[in-house]
């Protein structure tokens, strides 16, 4: 329901919302993109607050019902200024769900079994564009003029009241962390944590004098957050397309019902490929390629976007521009992974890259012009230059990664006592194996990549 909110005002568009509002291109642009103005900035406290609050089920539960609450009240706008309003304000609560629900998943789950379970997550998400589509078809197929209300503005009444009913039922339904959550026992409390504890050296708490503004400080000094920050925006610029692809799909030629059913198949087959690939991702330990091959395939998408107008091969490029997004499903659990420790730099972290990442999101409101349509190649070349960032960004982050492993498995060798090398030693040649596979397998914490 987060995206399903969000992304509403796509497929109202198609029924007369800009009409009924007397909007032009420009402000419907302006629409899209305001509601990043707050929802960037606001991931950074909400993840700091998330962090330092004992309750996380109470807080985004609450935050759920409050975005649900205000997308209904989309359906009672009257004026371009009550639309901008209602936009600004949506952004706030939702700035805490997608950064606070991956920073929950890694307080429960190890570094190799994330990509997995944020991807079911994300899943949700991306199948939301499918469900969100069909939704809205029987919605603006079936409710015009009901109680004298047009059907666009039933879109928002109809989805956001869903969205406060899920919202009153993850206050009770989601858990807290492992050393609060009242529905587990004090054995699996401990063994929840004793994981973490074991998968990263040492215990996934803070310290006394880890506060959440101190793991902002720390953030901010880290260029690894900076560098996974402009990766971020330009990946979601690339992936910008999200928020028009209702009326990309209506550039096929065909009626406001069919764009809507023919945008649900690509976000299906995206929502499986996502979960496969973070599957492998997480018994292989393998970032970089799980998340990068598939903006390689957005690329793809676009240079046969570019190059035809065949419908058929138009269609299929939305495939491969859907699937994209399972890169985007890993890119959080990639950082999760590389700032481990502290909780509170890491809840910090999170909240940075996905907040300016999302300032791709706010740029690409702009980029996707209707006097640049229907074929919009000057939009497609910008996100396609867009990948291209992304991509070196990712390669220099992989290289900075195994050298800081390399410089771990250094400072293990150094550490060992004369004893201790003779040990393992004496244990590589009774197993018939060299010595540094035998400190492979007794090394401790080590990045993925």
Not at 199 to 210: C, F, L, N, Q, R
Not at 225 to 253: D, Y
Not at 286 to 305: C, K, M, N, T
Request: charged share 15%; net charge neutral.
């Amino acid at each position: 329901m987060n995206y399903i909110d969000r992304n509403a005002v796509t497929t109202a568009r198609l029924k007369g919302l800009e009409e009924d509002l007397h909007m032009t291109d420009l402000q419907y642009n302006v629409i899209l993109s305001v509601l990043y103005v707050s929802y960037c900035p606001a991931q950074i406290p909400s993840n700091m607050i998330l962090n330092w609050i004992t309750r996380p089920s109470l807080y985004i539960g609450t935050c759920v019902v409050l975005w649900g609450l205000i997308s209904t009240m989309t359906g009672v706008t009257k004026s371009y200024g009550g639309l901008v309003a209602i936009r600004l304000f949506i952004g706030i609560p939702e700035s805490a769900f997608y950064p606070g629900a991956i920073y929950l998943l890694s307080r429960w789950y190890t570094k190799k079994e994330l990509a997995f379970r944020s991807a079911i997550l994300y899943g949700g998400l991306l199948i939301s564009n499918a469900f969100g589509a069909l939704m809205a078809a029987g919605i603006l197929a079936n409710m015009e003029g009901k109680l004298g209300i047009r059907a666009w503005r039933w879109v928002f009444f109809i989805e956001g009241s869903i969205t406060m009913f899920i919202g009153l039922n993850a206050m009770w339904l989601l858990p807290d962390y492992p050393t609060n959550t009242r529905w587990i026992s004090a054995e699996e409390r401990r063994l929840a944590q004793a994981r973490l504890a074991d998968d990263a050296g040492e215990a996934d708490k803070d310290t006394a004098g880890d506060s959440p503004l101190k793991g902002l400080v720390m953030a901010l000094q880290d260029p690894k957050v900076w560098v996974f920050s402009i990766m971020n925006m330009a990946q979601l610029l690339g992936l910008s397309f999200v928020n028009f692809f209702p009326t990309l799909t209506a550039t096929l030629g065909f009626d406001t019902t069919v764009s809507l059913l023919l945008a649900a198949p690509p976000w299906i087959l995206s929502t499986i490929t996502c979960c496969i690939n973070a599957w492998h991702a997480d018994r292989t330990g393998e970032r970089f390629f799980h998340q990068s091959a598939w903006w390689w395939g957005v690329i793809l998408a676009y240079i046969i976007s570019l190059s035809t107008n065949n419908t058929g091969a138009r269609y299929f490029s939305m495939f491969l521009m859907a699937c994209g997004y399972g890169g985007f499903a890993l890119t959080l659990v990639w950082v999760s992974s590389t700032f481990p420790r502290p909780p509170a730099k890491r809840a910090a972290t999170i909240g940075i890259i996905n907040g300016i990442g999302n300032i791709g999101n706010l740029i690409g409101s702009f980029t996707w012009k209707a006097e640049w349509g229907p074929d919009y190649h000057q939009s497609m070349g910008i996100s396609l230059a867009a990948f291209v960032v992304s991509t070196v960004l990712s390669i220099v982050l992989r290289q900075w990664i195994i050298r800081d492993n390399k410089k771990l498995d250094e400072d293990e060798k150094m550490a060992l006592t004369e004893a201790n090398r003779s040990r393992v030693e004496e244990a590589a040649r009774l197993e018939g194996i060299s010595f540094d596979e035998a400190m492979q397998r007794r090394r401790g914490f080590r990045y993925l990549y």
